[in-house]
C-alpha cells in the first residue's frame, strides 16, 4: 500500500496538465471526428460518438498511457465501401448494416487480445503496410477533393473520381457554379492546413488548425446572420446535420444481414484494419511517450475492441487508436490515460453546448482537413524515402498501393505480403532457405558469463517479417536500461522490416540508459545506403564494401574522433598473425574494419578452424600492438579457455614474485620465464588487475588481444582500444 | 556406473568408410571397448579385402575388433545386434548438405536414434587424424535422467581429455509463466526468470556435488542458462560456442505426436551443430 501513495498523488498532481492536453486534443477531434464520418458517408455524430466512447472505454480499461482513441483515417474507405455496399444504395440502411459488422468486429478485437494476438501486427513487412496506408490516403484524398469544391455529385471508385479531379475544377472556376463561395471556403481551409505549421505565433498556435477552420467558418455564418443583409450564400446540403436531440436520435444496429458474405467481408476488412492501425499507432506513440512506458498491447486492444462494440450499438463508428491525434496529446503535456478521457468529456460537451454552432460548419471545411490528411498519407516524399530504401521496397510499396486501389484493402494487402516474399525469394535464389527453416526456433537468448552480463541473442538462417515475432518476443524480455547485442553472423538474409524495427529498438534502449546493438552484419551486402535497407549474404563482394553497416559508419566516426585510421576492407592479410599461436591452428579467411594509430591495429578477422568437413568459420575481433623492443613469448589468459595452444607448445605457468593474487588469477604462459617475469613489472600486473579482461599473446613483433571469439559491438571496441592504447603506453614506458 | 564397454558402427562401403572406422577404432580406445562393426548386405570377399586394407592403415586397435556381415532391413539388423551383443553405444556418421556446414541425419539413423536401446553417438566430424575434443555442451534439463547424463558427461571427457564442460540449463517460455506486457510485468518475469535460474543452478550445482571429485578432476566446469526453445537453442548454443561435442538425454518414448510438432531432439538431428551423444 505504501507504494500506492505516491502513484495517487502523481495522479492528482497531472490532473491539470492532462485536461489541458485532452482540452486541446478535443478541438481537433471534433472536426476531424465529422470529417471522417462524412467521407464514410455515416452521420456526422458518428464519429463524435466513436471519439466519446472511445475516450472513456480505453482511458478506463486500456493498457496504453497517452494514446488517443477515436474514429481512424484507415477505416474511412473500408467503411465507405461497407455502407455502400451493404446498404445496396441506400446510405441510411447501409449504415445500420455496418454498425452490425462494427460491433462483431468489436468482438473479435476483444477475442485478438484476449488470445494475445498482438503480434500479428508483426507479420505485416513494413512496405505493405506503407503502401496500403498511401492507398487509404489516396482513396480519401480522391473522395473528399471534390467535396472540398463543393461538389457533392460526383460518385465513383477511387481510380473514377481521381480521373473527374478535372472535371470539378473547370465546373468550380465555370461562371453560374452556385457553389462557388462554399468551394473558396474549402480551399481557404486547405491553405490553413498547410500553412499552419509555417506560420510560427505563438497565440496563432494555441488553436490547432483544424479548430482554426471550424471556428471560422462559424464566424463567417454568424456574419451572415447578424451583419449581411444576403443570406448564407451556403447551400443547406453543404452543412453538416446534426440532430436537435443526440440523446433521442442515436442510430442502432441492424444484424439481419450477419451470415452474408458482403457482411463477413466488411467484419474482416474492419478489423484487420482496425487492429494494425491501432497496433501501429501503439508502438509510434510509445516511442514519443516521454516516461518511455511500455504500452500492453493486448490490454489496449481489449478496450478497443469493447468500445467499438459499444460505440457500434449506440451509432458511433469503430474506436482505433490514432497517431496524430495522440501526438498532439504527448505534445501538449498529457502523462497518462486520463488526457483520453478529458478529451472525450470536452467533445460531450461541445456537441451538447455548441450543437446549433456545429450545424453551421460547411462540409468543404471538413474535407479540406481530410484533403489534406489523405494528401499526408500518400505524399511523394514518402515515395521517395522508400525508394531510398531499395527498388525492392518501392517495388512492394507501389504493388500494394496500386492493387488495393483497384481492388480492396484485403486483397491489396494480401498482394504486398505475397510480393515481399516472392522478392525476397528472388533475392536470395532460394526458397528452401524459407521452407525449411521457416518454423525452426532461430532466436537464441543467453546472458553472458562474464561480468558484464550482455544479453547476447544469435540469429540464425534468415530474418524477415514471417519470423521476426520470435526475435522481438525475445527482445521484449529485456529491460531496456540493459546491454544487448544482437548477432546476424550465422544469419544469411535479414529484410527491411526487420532491421527497421530493430532501429527502434535501438533508440528505445538508448532512450531508457541501454544499449543496443547489432553485429555480424558487416559481410552481409546491401543495394543500397539507407540503414533499413536489406541484407544478405552475397557471393560477389562488390557491393558489400559499398554499403556500409551501421556498426560499420559509427566505426568510420570513432577513428574520427580519435584520429585513427579507417578501412572497411583490407585486402592485404597481416602477415605477422601467423606468428602468433592462437593463429597456429588456424587460416585467415579475411581482414575487415581495420581501425590504425600508429603502434595499435584493430580489427575484424574471419578464420577458418579444421579442414574439410570439420571446418568452421569464426568471426573475431582483435588488436594488434606493435612494440618498439622485443618482448618476451608469453601467453596472458584468465579461464584458461587456450589452454590448447601451451599443450602444444611445451609452455609452463609462471608466477610472478610479490603478485600472488595476479598469479592466482591469471594463467600466464611462456618458456623464457625469466625474461617474462622481468617483462611483468609492477606497473604491467597492476594495470591487467585493474582492467577489463582480454586474452593476450606476445611474440617478438608485438601483443595481440583477443576479444571473445565474437565479433565485438563498438562500445566494446571502443574499450578495446582505450585499452590497448593504455597498455602501449605502459609497456613503452617501462 | 555406465561405461561404455561395447561400440557398435554400422558400416557401408561409401567414401567415408576410412574416417569412420578410424574414428571408430579411435574412440573404442579411448573408452577401452570392444569395437563391433556391422555390416548390413552380402558378405563378399571384395569386400573383406576393403576392410582388411582399412584396418591395417587405421589406428592399433588396445581391444579385437568384431566384423559381421547380416542381411535384412538396417534398422531391424542393427537394433537386433544392438540387443543381442549388449551394445552400449551406437556410433552413427551424419550426412552432409551441399551447403558444406550443415549436417543432418539421415532417415534410417534417424529411427536408429529414436529406437536403438542403447546411447548413440552422431558424428560429424569424422576424419582420419583425430580432432582433439576441446569443450562439451551437456544439457541440465530438469528430468531424472539428466543426472546419469552430467555423470556420464564427465566420464567421456576425462577420456577425451577434454578439459571444459558447460552444463546447459535451458528455459523455456512457459516456465516463466509471467507474459511480458508492460513495465510492470517485464519486471515480475525479469524476477521470475533471475529466479528460475537461480533454482536451476542449485539443482545443477547439486548434482555435480555427486559426482566423483576424480571424475571432475582439471576440468573446468561452468553453468549457462539459455532462454529459447527446448532441445533446439542448445544445439545453437552449441554452435554459437563451437563445442566440440554435445551431449543430451534421449528423449522420452516418440508417440506420433511428438514427430508431427519437432520436439526436443528432432531439432537436433535435422541440423547437426557439432557431434551429439545421446544417452539413453
Given amino acids: 500500500m505504501a507504494k500506492k501513495q505516491p502513484l495517487l498523488k502523481t495522479f492528482i498532481n497531472d490532473i491539470p496538465k492532462n485536461i489541458f492536453a485532452g482540452f486541446v486534443v478535443s478541438l481537433i477531434a471534433l472536426p476531424l471526428g465529422l470529417g471522417l464520418a462524412i467521407a464514410s458517408e455515416a452521420p456526422p455524430i458518428s464519429g463524435i460518438i466513436s471519439a466519446i466512447v472511445g475516450g472513456i472505454m480505453v482511458a478506463v480499461l486500456g493498457g496504453s498511457n497517452v494514446t488517443i482513441t477515436g474514429p481512424g483515417n484507415g477505416l474511412v474507405i473500408v467503411l465507405l465501401s461497407a455502407i455502400t455496399t451493404l446498404g445496396s444504395g441506400d446510405i441510411q440502411q447501409g449504415y445500420l448494416y455496418t454498425l452490425a459488422a462494427i460491433v462483431i468486429s468489436g468482438i473479435l478485437m476483444l477475442l485478438l487480445g484476449f488470445f494475445r494476438m498482438g503480434i500479428l501486427s508483426d507479420f505485416f513487412p513494413s512496405s505493405a503496410i506503407q503502401g496500403m496506408l498511401a492507398a487509404i490516403g489516396i482513396g480519401i484524398f480522391a473522395k473528399q477533393f471534390h467535396l472540398m469544391f463543393g461538389n457533392i455529385s460526383t460518385k465513383g471508385n477511387t481510380l473514377e473520381l481521381l480521373l473527374k479531379i478535372p472535371n470539378t475544377l473547370t465546373e468550380f472556376t465555370s461562371s453560374g457554379n452556385t457553389n462557388l463561395i462554399a468551394g473558396i471556403i474549402g480551399v481557404l481551409s486547405l491553405l490553413i492546413m498547410i500553412y499552419y505549421s509555417k506560420i510560427r505565433n505563438r497565440f496563432f498556435q494555441l488553436i490547432p488548425a483544424p479548430m482554426w477552420i471550424v471556428l471560422l467558418s462559424i464566424a463567417f455564418s454568424y456574419y451572415y446572420e447578424y451583419f449581411s443583409l444576403q443570406n448564407y450564400p451556403i447551400d443547406e446540403n453543404l452543412l453538416i446535420n446534426i440532430p436537435e436531440n443526440v440523446l433521442s436520435n442515436l442510430a442502432f444496429p441492424n444484424f439481419s444481414k450477419i451470415w452474408t458474405s458482403d457482411f463477413i467481408n466488411v467484419v474482416i476488412a474492419i478489423t484487420l484494419i482496425s487492429s494494425i492501425e491501432s497496433l501501429l499507432s501503439i508502438k509510434a506513440v510509445d516511442k514519443l511517450d516521454p516516461l518511455k512506458r511500455r504500452s500492453n498491447v493486448n490490454k489496449d486492444l481489449k478496450a478497443l475492441g469493447a468500445a467499438s462494440v459499444v460505440s457500434g450499438l449506440i451509432g458511433g463508428l469503430n474506436v482505433v487508436t490514432v497517431i496524430a491525434r495522440s501526438s498532439v496529446n504527448v505534445n501538449n503535456g498529457a502523462t497518462n490515460r486520463s488526457a483520453n478521457f478529458f478529451h472525450a468529456s470536452f467533445l460531450l460537451a461541445f456537441l451538447l453546448l455548441f450543437q446549433n454552432q456545429l450545424q453551421k460548419i460547411p462540409l468543404p471545411a471538413l474535407a479540406a482537413i481530410l484533403v489534406y490528411t489523405g494528401y499526408k498519407l500518400a505524399a511523394p516524399k514518402n515515395i521517395s524515402n522508400i525508394f531510398r530504401i531499395g527498388k525492392e521496397q518501392l517495388l512492394i510499396f507501389s504493388s500494394t498501393l496500386l492493387i488495393t486501389v483497384f481492388t480492396n484493402l484485403i486483397t491489396g494487402i494480401l498482394a504486398g505480403i505475397i510480393v515481399t516474399f516472392i522478392i525476397h525469394i528472388i533475392l536470395n535464389k532460394s526458397l528452401s532457405l524459407f521452407t525449411t527453416n521457416l518454423l525452426k526456433p532461430n532466436v537464441l537468448m543467453y546472458r553472458e558469463n562474464d561480468e558484464k552480463r550482455n544479453y547476447y541473442l544469435s540469429i540464425m538462417n534468415f530474418c524477415n517479417f514471417l519470423n521476426y515475432s520470435k526475435l522481438k518476443s525475445k527482445l521484449d524480455q529485456i529491460p531496456e536500461n540493459q546491454e544487448v547485442i544482437v548477432d546476424f553472423s550465422r544469419c544469411s538474409f535479414v529484410d527491411h522490416t526487420v532491421m527497421e524495427n530493430l532501429n527502434n529498438y535501438m533508440s528505445a534502449f538508448h532512450a531508457k540508459g541501454g544499449h543496443f546493438e547489432v553485429i555480424g552484419l558487416d559481410l552481409h551486402g546491401a543495394d543500397t545506403n539507407h540503414p533499413f535497407a536489406l541484407r544478405r549474404i552475397s557471393t560477389t563482394q562488390k557491393i558489400t564494401s559499398k554499403n556500409l553497416t551501421k556498426r560499420q559508419k559509427s566505426l568510420k566516426s570513432i577513428a574520427n574522433d580519435f584520429n585513427w585510421t579507417y578501412t572497411s576492407v583490407q585486402n592485404k592479410y597481416f602477415n605477422f598473425l601467423s606468428d602468433f599461436g592462437y593463429f597456429k591452428t588456424k587460416n585467415i579467411r579475411k581482414i575487415k574494419n581495420v581501425l590504425n594509430n600508429g603502434p595499435c591495429t584493430l580489427f575484424d578477422v574471419i578464420y577458418t578452424e579444421g579442414e574439410f568437413i570439420a571446418k568452421q568459420v569464426i568471426r573475431s575481433t582483435m588488436m594488434h600492438i606493435k612494440l618498439n623492443q622485443a618482448s618476451p613469448n608469453f601467453t596472458l589468459d584468465k579461464d584458461g579457455f587456450f589452454e590448447y595452444i601451451y599443450h602444444l607448445t611445451g609452455y609452463s605457468d609462471i608466477s610472478i614474485k610479490g603478485h600472488p593474487d595476479f598469479s592466482k588469477r591469471f594463467f600466464l604462459y611462456g618458456k623464457d620465464s625469466k625474461s617474462i617475469q622481468e617483462f611483468f613489472t609492477d606497473e604491467l600486473v597492476l594495470f591487467f588487475e585493474s582492467n577489463p579482461y582480454y586474452h593476450i599473446e606476445a611474440t617478438k613483433t608485438g601483443l595481440l588481444i583477443v576479444h571473445k571469439e565474437r565479433l565485438a559491438s563498438v562500445k566494446e571496441i571502443k574499450a578495446m582500444g582505450d585499452f590497448g592504447v593504455r597498455l602501449q603506453r605502459i609497456i613503452t614506458e617501462n | ?280
Fill in chain 2, 1 to 280: 556406473m555406465k561405461q561404455f564397454n561395447k561400440i557398435l558402427i554400422g558400416i557401408a562401403f561409401s567414401p567415408n568408410l576410412r574416417e569412420n572406422i578410424s574414428e571408430a577404432i579411435r574412440l573404442s580406445n579411448m573408452f577401452n571397448s570392444q569395437l563391433i562393426c556391422v555390416h548390413v548386405g552380402n558378405h563378399s570377399t571384395k569386400k573383406k579385402e576393403t576392410l582388411k586394407e582399412i584396418f591395417k592403415n587405421a589406428p592399433k586397435p588396445k581391444n579385437p575388433i568384431k566384423t559381421l556381415f547380416q542381411k535384412g532391413s538396417p534398422i531391424d539388423v542393427i537394433l537386433n545386434v544392438c540387443t543381442d551383443e549388449k551394445i552400449d553405444l551406437l556410433v552413427l556418421g551424419a550426412l552432409q548438405k551441399e551447403n558444406i556446414y550443415k549436417f543432418y541425419i539421415g532417415s534410417i539413423a534417424r529411427v536408429l536414434t529414436r529406437k536403438a536401446p542403447c546411447s548413440v553417438l552422431l558424428l560429424t566430424k569424422h576424419s582420419i587424424e583425430r580432432i582433439p575434443c576441446k569443450h562439451i555442451v551437456v544439457n541440465g534439463l530438469k528430468d531424472p535422467k539428466t543426472k546419469e547424463t552430467i555423470r556420464i558427461s564427465f566420464n567421456v571427457s576425462q577420456a577425451l581429455g577434454c578439459k571444459r564442460i558447460t552444463i546447459v540449463e535451458e528455459i523455456t517460455q512457459q516456465e516463466i509463466s509471467v507474459k511480458v506486457n508492460d513495465d510492470i510485468s517485464l519486471r515480475r518475469a525479469n524476477i521470475a526468470k533471475e529466479r528460475l535460474r537461480n533454482r536451476e543452478d542449485i539443482r545443477v550445482k547439486d548434482i555435480l556435488k555427486h559426482i566423483d571429485t576424480k571424475q571432475k578432476g582439471g576440468i573446468d566446469i561452468k553453468t549457462q542458462s539459455i532462454f529459447g526453445k527446448r532441445g533446439y537453442s542448445i544445439g545453437h548454443y552449441a554452435r554459437v560456442i563451437r563445442a566440440d561435442l554435445l551431449i543430451m538425454n534421449a528423449p522420452k518414448k516418440t508417440r506420433l505426436f511428438n514427430r508431427i510438432f519437432l520436439q526436443d531432439i528432432e531439432y537436433i538431428l535435422s541440423d547437426l551443430p557439432t557431434d551429439v551423444l545421446i544417452v539413453k
